[in-house]
Nanobody, 124 residues
């Protein structure tokens, strides 16, 4: 069974940090691209980061550059999203997703395997 499971969400104060994990089963994460997306209530799902399959090239949305870092542990078949200096604009349900092919995409539609999401809340 192909499955992605996110973990690591929670409640932090502004300026705090969280590390999200996306654990895969049934697929090999370095065989495709892994994207992190988020969706806040009333807003569209947006791509925030991605790591490409073969060479591990990383991409970030402008609003998270310098604060978030994506990485992949092939031995654990897990992708991580380290989120530092969290801001009041960051709260959302965060999803990881897998797409076939190496290239990353900012858009949700090429991704064919999705996790259930993990909630990130930023509040003082």
């Amino acid at each position: 069974q192909v499955q992605l499971v996110e973990s690591g969400g929670g409640l932090v104060q502004p300026g705090g940090s969280l590390r999200l994990a996306c654990a895969a089963s049934g697929i090999t994460l370095d065989g495709g691209a892994i994207g992190w997306f988020r969706q806040a209530p009333g807003k569209e799902r947006e791509g925030i980061s991605c790591i490409s399959g073969r060479d591990g090239t990383t991409y970030y949305r402008d609003s998270v550059k310098g604060r978030f870092a994506i990485s992949r542990d092939n031995s654990q078949n897990t992708v991580y999203l380290q989120m530092n200096n969290l801001e009041p604009e960051d709260p959302a349900l965060y999803y990881c997703a897998f797409k076939d092919g190496e290239k990353c995409s900012d858009y949700p539609y090429p991704y064919n395997v999705w996790g259930q999401g993990t909630q990130v809340t930023v509040s003082s």
